[in-house]
């Protein structure tokens, strides 16, 4: 089951089931299932909280992911703050829409096995996204 929630912030507007479906074809191309995932949409400050409190990190960022993996299954926690995606937007010129979904995806692609921090990853991780960004297309 995959769960949208809100603290601090108004629930963004994306088409819940639509999102759903994607995010399984997302993980399916991976070889995997989706089991219990919730998604968490909260401010700057919420985002920084958190990233103290649970990784020891004094900086504000997008998308914080708790793995909490079974063997193909795909379970985790993943807090997305819709500040820091509203001004990723305006900062890489991109649509709102378009960066909350990269964002969205982005910590599924964790919950894959995808990473983002060493060498060559970013990369990796960025091409792993425009081909599910991609495959969101073909679904709509």
């Given at each position: 089951?995959?769960?949208?929630?809100?603290?601090?912030?108004?629930?963004?507007?994306?088409?819940?089931?639509?999102?759903?479906?994607w995010?399984?074809?997302?993980?399916?191309?991976?070889?995997?299932?989706?089991?219990?995932?919730?998604?968490?949409?909260?401010?700057?400050?919420?985002?920084?909280?958190?990233?103290?409190?649970?990784?020891?990190?004094?900086?504000?960022?997008?998308?914080?992911?708790?793995?909490?993996?079974?063997?193909?299954?795909?379970?985790?926690?993943?807090?997305?703050s819709?500040?820091?995606?509203?001004?990723?937007?305006?900062?890489?010129?991109?649509?709102?829409?378009?960066?909350?979904?990269?964002?969205?995806?982005?910590?599924?692609?964790?919950?894959?096995?995808?990473?983002?921090?060493?060498?060559?990853?970013?990369e990796?991780?960025?091409?792993?996204?425009?081909?599910?960004?991609?495959?969101?297309?073909?679904?709509?």
């Open positions: 089951m995959i769960t949208y929630n809100s603290d601090g912030v108004a629930m963004p507007k994306f088409p819940k089931r639509a999102t759903s479906k995010i399984r074809a997302v993980a399916a191309t991976f070889g995997r299932k989706v089991g219990e995932v919730g998604y968490m949409f909260v401010n700057d400050e919420i985002i920084l909280k958190t990233n103290r409190e649970y990784l020891g990190h004094d900086y504000y960022t997008d998308i914080i992911t708790f793995d909490y993996d079974e063997g193909d299954t795909i379970n985790g926690d993943i807090v997305i819709v500040d820091t995606v509203r001004s990723n937007a305006e900062k890489f010129q991109k649509a709102y829409d378009d960066e909350l979904h990269r964002v969205i995806i982005h910590g599924i692609l964790h919950l894959c096995g995808i990473n983002d921090k060493g060498p060559g990853e970013r990796i991780m960025e091409a792993n996204e425009d081909n599910a960004l991609a495959l969101l297309a073909t679904m709509k």
